[in-house]
């Protein structure tokens, strides 16, 4: 280790002892004092302030005062809570904390209840039948590939942050902007309401079709259609305003019943898996009546035969007897024939009908017509049939892939456990579904499948009758299950409905954000109640499911279309923790979803896609005027502008930002731009994404020079096209540089598209120019502060590496004050470039002596974790040590040299008064240094009264406290960071803030303290952020 490092303890009278002296935490000059005071007055004012900062961070006093240090930062943000607040009673008792849940009780079980319906129970079989093994397949395969697809997008969503309760309308809003998140809350409301109808309205099939036929109070409804809907139309209403009650008085009856139903149907699938094997040779219990190839209802089976009188009166009334009856024999079939049996190749092909045909075996028009006109006890089918139709029927079956991600706020690890619990789900309920197509194929009879109320049975429930031990586990089992579904989605419909309408994106919601005093959602809980009576009074599931299944499909494929769209902006914030996603993948799931949605219903979907483009223009243009341009140009124009002006109207959120770079060139004498490799870093660090502009300063008046600027410009052009630099550029004459890059920083840019960084190179010959060099930085420094810009400094900016190579190592953090997380945001964006993509990052934290560093580091990875940035994590703790010797001296040269400095100045423009001003300096010798009697005219070399008067100040004189301090944590940082970084190829860090009082020593004695904190490391960049968040937690 070099000597400079090894910190040692110097003698009393010359070392300041940190722990001992009280003014050595003083603050920063211009923290708390007026800039007119005089020297004395801030001298003394300082040393009257007292202040906790860490001896070790004095250089970094002045961002403590404004910017929190590390510690304090992530302790706040690392244990944070993302559930949305519920009402409180005043009365009531404080409630226990809520237990945070796991994968399996937080996702995949929830996930599972609401995935699995009524259509598994009342019409999966139907839909086997009518598109036989292949197709039913095919149409189960479509449907769960769209919801896994949709969970994949999903899972990308959910991890990219903390997302709140709310489910899709808050991923989608969040992602794609109020527009597209109310439309889409609208649709996943409505499409949640529907469900509730379509679940009541199943319910009350399941009860009166197959366990109370009796209680039907408009007739025969095996006999007539439209008397069956009319039951379910009374039914459901009286069943929707039971529910609507209960929701209203008892949510925790709902809660709690929701694990009944989840029971309900594990045991049912279960029954009905068992029963398919207990099966396996047929069921001798089961029988069909058929006539020819025509399926029969109503028919005893001891009446069963051709010339039964039953049959006879039937058949020939009038002693006239049907055609087709006299043409073919009566048999019975039985109706389970177990997986033994072969049947399953007769299952194979769809056997689609047009409403009013009959079933029968085969696609003979004999059988299938009516040509009698006369239906007898023969059953018809009572839909027109097709593959799309049956998409779009049993797709309902599939929803309800949201439930995890809407309990986010009561999950352990919710970035965890929605992409394991949810893809799970759908793997378990897709094997399900699938393997039941095939079952059920190859276990009944295909009339029976194909008879969708099972009036040939005598109005039994298939699945009900392969189940085991008996049809009551399935009927129970479904009905409860049917019922929980429908109180979930009354239950969680309102609650969305309060959302969308608490963030005031679509007015006319006002009144439903509104809750009661109990904190319940009634008059959102009213509206639905009102909507779900609209979807109940169709009356048949067979038009809810396809209604249903278009909103639901509309909202999968806004989920897709906000995954796909931030996978391909590539935005900044865009960092999923899951990492199995790709934009293909969701564009095939937007596709899939459109082509779902137009092949199963037109209408339907045009339905849902015009409510989606009138709530989104509504969103868009509420009390706007919208304007037209003539021709292509004028509406590219109006386009334009619109644009800009929406982004004039404020600064954009933390999550949109990103670096819009300004880089500040400096020319040398031939015109060529000093750094090209400062042209390499800002393609890398934007990733080919977004804009950057270039500029360059000549000094000199702009009405001689001007063919100059625009030469500079040409190779400034050429500079960035090379190194593929995708912006502006421009070249400004002024009087002063440092003048003209105070007026490019400040108006660069139009409306809202204004650079936000500014990327400036560091003036390596600061000491061999003089003032004008480091002046021209800080003044630099200083007005991209005062415009609230973030500052980046690279310096070793030729040893950074070329676009097109690739390196791999280190990138080393040095996170010292929190600067709106700036410096976590910079490596990110750097690794997406090929060349930084290998590096590994890793963040060092310096912990101050009150800090708890193990909990520090465990804060930092929490917090690191949820921000998605993959990196080690270290803690340096710095013993809070003496200033060493070599600390006085370094500080000592410095300020000796800045008084040489002066003097030569002095001695240039009046020699006349050397005398007079060294003896005024010497009176204030305390804050600035000893000033040398006779300074030499050149600085080659000194004479002997020079070197006499070295070797006296050394001797005699202590220097500056306030330098010594700031000087003391530049060398001690530095040791540390070269220790950990030396060999890494990019140490970022924070860039002390400049020093407030415009002087040429505080000036002077800034760059040396930021020479010796980088002194001994190849590559550096420092960043100064521009007082805001840049970067966030949620999604």
């Keep these: 280790m070099p000597d400079r490092f090894q910190v040692t303890k110097a003698d009393e009278d010359t070392v300041l002892d940190y722990n001992q002296d009280e003014s050595a935490s003083g603050k920063l000059l211009g923290d708390i004092l007026d800039e007119t005071l005089d020297s004395g007055d801030i001298h003394r004012a300082e040393e009257n302030q007292k202040s906790n900062i860490d001896p070790n961070l004095y250089l970094y006093d002045d961002d403590l005062a404004t910017r929190p240090h590390i510690s304090t930062f992530i302790s706040s943000i690392a244990n944070y809570e993302n559930t949305i607040p519920a009402a409180t009673d005043p009365d009531a008792k404080p409630a226990a904390p809520s237990a945070r849940m796991g994968t399996l009780i937080g996702v995949f079980l929830p996930c599972i209840q609401n995935i699995f319906g009524v259509i598994l129970f009342i019409r999966l079989t139907w839909v086997v039948g009518t598109?036989?093994?292949?197709?039913?397949?095919?149409?189960?395969?479509?449907?769960?590939?769209?919801?896994?697809?949709?969970?994949?997008?999903?899972?990308?969503?959910?991890?990219?942050?903390?997302?709140?309760?709310?489910?899709s309308y808050f991923m989608i809003s969040r992602s794609l902007g109020p527009e597209f998140g109310g439309a889409v809350g609208m649709?996943?409301?409505?499409?949640?309401?529907?469900?509730?109808?379509?679940?009541?309205?199943?319910?009350?099939?399941?009860?009166?079709?197959?366990?109370?036929?009796?209680?039907?109070?408009?007739?025969?409804?095996?006999?007539?259609?439209?008397?069956?809907?009319?039951?379910?139309?009374?039914?459901?209403?009286?069943l929707l305003i039971f529910m609507g009650l209960i929701v209203f008085v008892g949510v925790k009856f709902v809660n709690k019943f929701a694990t009944v139903a989840l029971a309900c149907v594990i045991l049912s699938i279960i029954a009905v898996y068992v029963g398919i094997f207990d099966n396996i040779h047929?069921?001798?219990?089961?029988?069909?009546?058929?006539?020819?190839?025509?399926?029969?209802?109503?028919?005893?089976?001891?009446?069963?035969?051709?010339?039964?009188?039953?049959?006879?009166?039937?058949?020939?009334?009038?002693?006239?007897?049907?055609?087709?009856?006299?043409?073919?024999n009566v048999t019975r079939v039985k109706g389970i024939k177990g997986l033994s049996s072969g049947v399953f190749y007769d299952n194979i092909f769809p056997s689609f009908l047009e409403k009013g045909q009959f079933i029968s075996y085969g696609k003979n028009p004999t059988d299938i017509e009516n040509t009698s006109g006369q239906s007898y006890n023969q059953i018809m089918a009572d839909i027109t049939t097709s593959f799309t139709l049956l998409i779009g029927i049993f797709f309902p079956s599939v929803t309800g892939i949201m439930a995890g991600s809407n309990r986010s706020g009561d999950l352990a690890d919710a970035q965890k456990s929605i992409p394991i619990g949810t893809i799970c789900a759908i793997l378990t309920t897709s094997t399900v579904y699938l393997s039941s197509v095939m079952f059920f194929a190859g276990t009944v009879d295909n009339l029976l499948l194909r008879d969708k109320f099972g009036q040939s049975i005598g109005g039994k429930l298939v699945v009900a009758n392969i189940a085991w031990p008996n049809q009551w586990v399935i009927l129970i089992g479904s009905f409860l299950s049917t019922l929980g579904a429908g109180l979930q989605s009354l239950t969680g419909a309102p609650r969305l409905l309060q959302a969308i309408a608490r963030d005031e994106i679509i007015p006319f919601l006002a009144p439903f954000a509104k809750s009661s005093s109990r904190g319940e959602p009634t008059r959102a809980l009213l509206l639905t109640i009102v909507i779900c009576q609209c979807g109940i009074l169709l009356g048949n599931v067979d038009l809810l499911a396809p209604l249903l299944s278009m909103f639901f499909l509309m909202c999968y494929g806004f989920v897709n279309l906000a995954c796909a769209v931030q996978t391909l902006l590539r935005t900044p914030n865009w960092r999923p923790r899951f990492k199995f996603y790709h934009w293909s993948l969701s564009l095939i799931g937007l596709t899939l979803c459109i082509s779902v949605m137009i092949m199963t219903s037109w209408y339907f979907a045009l339905i849902a896609m015009g409510m989606a483009i009138i709530i989104y223009k509504y969103i868009e243009y509420r009390g706007a005027e919208k304007e037209w341009g003539d021709g292509i140009r004028g509406m590219a124009l109006t386009a334009a502008r619109y644009s800009l002006l929406r982004l004039e109207e404020g600064p954009p959120h933390t999550k949109n930002w990103r670096p819009q770079i300004l880089v500040l060139s400096k020319l040398n004498d031939n015109l060529l731009p000093k750094y090209r490799k400062i042209f390499s870093f800002a393609t890398q660090l934007k990733a080919g994404k977004g804009l950057t502009i270039c500029v360059s300063v000549i000094k000199g008046d702009h009405t001689k020079i001007a063919n100059k600027a625009v030469d500079a410009k040409s190779t400034l052009r050429k500079y960035m096209t090379d190194e593929k630099v995708k912006g502006f550029c421009d070249v400004l004459v002024a009087q002063q540089i440092g003048e003209g890059l105070s007026s490019v920083v400040q108006t660069i840019g139009l409306g809202g598209m204004k650079p936000n960084t500014v990327i400036v190179g560091w003036p390596y010959s600061w000491r061999q120019e003089g003032r004008n060099s480091w002046k021209t930085f800080i003044q630099t420094v200083r007005t991209v502060a005062a415009c609230h810009m973030a500052l980046l400094v690279p310096k070793g900016i030729n040893f950074y590496p070329e676009s097109n190579h690739k390196i791999g190592g280190n990138i080393d953090i040095w996170w010292i004050v929190h600067d709106g997380g700036l410096l976590m945001l910079l490596p990110f964006l750097l690794k997406q470039h090929r060349t930084w993509r290998n590096c590994k990052l890793r963040i060092f934290t310096v912990a101050q002596i009150e800090d708890n560093s193990i909990q520090m580091k465990k804060d930092l990875k929490t917090f690191l974790y949820h921000l998605r940035i993959e990196a080690d994590v270290e803690v340096v703790e710095m013993n809070n040590s003496d200033i060493s010797a070599y600390t006085y001296e370094r500080t000592l040269m410095m300020e000796q040299r800045n008084q040489m400095l002066r003097a030569l100045g002095l001695n240039k423009k009046e020699n006349s008064k050397v005398d007079s001003q060294n003896d005024e300096k010497r009176n204030s010798i305390d804050l600035d240094g000893p000033e040398q009697e006779d300074a030499p005219e050149t600085t080659s070399s000194k004479d002997d009264s020079t070197e006499k008067a070295d070797g006296d100040l050394k001797s005699s004189v202590k220097p500056d406290e306030f330098n010594v301090r700031r000087m003391h944590t530049a060398i001690k940082l530095n040791e540390v960071i070269v220790e950990k970084s030396q060999d890494a190829q990019l140490v970022i860090m924070n860039l002390p803030g400049p020093p407030r009082e415009v002087r040429a020593e505080r000036e002077s004695n800034y760059m040396e303290f930021l020479e010796v904190l980088t002194e001994g490391l190849e590559k550096v960049l420092m960043v100064r952020g521009g007082g805001r968040e840049v970067i966030t937690i949620y999604s």
């Design 131 to 167: 598109a036989g093994a292949v197709c039913g397949f095919l149409i189960v395969l479509t449907c769960c590939c769209v919801t896994m697809l949709t969970a994949i997008s999903m899972s990308a969503i959910a991890t990219n942050g903390v997302v709140p309760a709310g489910g």
């Design 187 to 238: 649709l996943f409301y409505t499409g949640t309401t529907l469900a509730a109808a379509m679940y009541i309205v199943g319910a009350v099939e399941i009860v009166l079709t197959y366990m109370a036929p009796w209680a039907s109070i408009f007739g025969d409804f095996t006999k007539d259609a439209e008397a069956m809907y009319n039951n379910f139309r009374v039914y459901g209403t009286i």
């Design 282 to 328: 047929g069921n001798e219990k089961l029988y069909m009546c058929v006539l020819g190839n025509r399926l029969l209802k109503d028919i005893p089976l001891d009446n069963c035969t051709k010339g039964d009188p039953f049959m006879v009166d039937i058949y020939c009334p009038g002693g006239k007897c049907d055609d087709y009856y006299l043409a073919n």
